[in-house]
């Protein structure tokens, strides 16, 4: 089956200006789960959507957005960006029932913020 | 709070047997997950484990100590291409299945 297809693979914004990112689940995936990776961090949460309904939300700042689609298709929102936003954006999939809920992740978005 | 520690890097020999530790204080305790992840990379699933005890899965195995609130994952036979972050994952009872996630190691494997 299809793995988690993250879009756009890499981005190059100017501080200031807004990115909207967009994750892909696997077939049958109805939760999303959206992290910030920055070298010497790790994966900083974000939030989670399951069923078009925001689960869980990280702290970050409202610039941080997203939302998610009847299809289960997710995007994340990025307002007024900054330097500091230049990161990994990672989305994880799961089924989200039971203890190992396939968390898969997908290969990301690598946004540069000049 | 909830805290997971994992050192934030190591260095083995090809050839050689690794040990990663993962120290987690968490409210309440689901599983605890070890993912790996190479240089611009997504991270990829290896182990899980649930109940006490050593899981073995060819040249890595995991083990789970709940009452210590500690796991490591154990590298046989090193190669080259296991040269990756290993990151360390715990699910607590009251997050709602969110996942908690160490900084992840840096394996360095030398020839």
């Given amino acids: ?114 | 709070g909830q805290n997971i520690d994992q050192p934030t890097e190591m260095t083995a020999t090809e050839g050689a047997i690794v040990q990663i530790n993962c120290t987690y204080q968490t409210s309440g305790f689901n599983g605890l997950f070890w993912y790996q992840q190479h240089a611009g990379e997504a991270p990829t699933f290896l182990s899980y484990n649930v109940l006490d005890g050593l899981e073995e899965k060819g040249r890595f195995s995991s083990f789970l100590s709940r009452s210590k609130g500690y796991s490591y994952l154990l590298l046989k036979e090193l190669q080259m291409k296991d040269s990756a972050s290993y990151l360390c994952a715990v699910s607590p009872t009251d997050s709602n299945y969110q996942l908690i996630w160490g900084a992840g190691t840096k394996l360095i494997i030398k020839p």
């Fill in chain 1, 1 to 114: 089956k299809a793995g988690v297809t993250q879009t756009p693979r890499y981005l190059i914004k100017t501080r200031g200006q807004q990115v909207t990112l967009s994750c892909s689940p696997i077939s049958g995936h109805r939760s999303v789960s959206w992290y910030q990776q920055t070298p010497g961090q790790g994966l900083q949460f974000l939030f989670e959507y399951f069923s078009e309904t925001q689960r869980n939300k990280g702290n970050f700042p409202g610039r941080f957005s997203g939302r998610q689609f009847s299809n289960s298709r997710s995007e994340m929102n990025v307002s007024t960006l900054e330097l500091g936003d230049s990161a990994l954006y990672l989305c994880a999939s799961s089924t989200r029932t039971g203890p190992n809920y396939g968390y898969t992740f997908g290969s990301g978005t690598r946004l540069t913020v000049v």
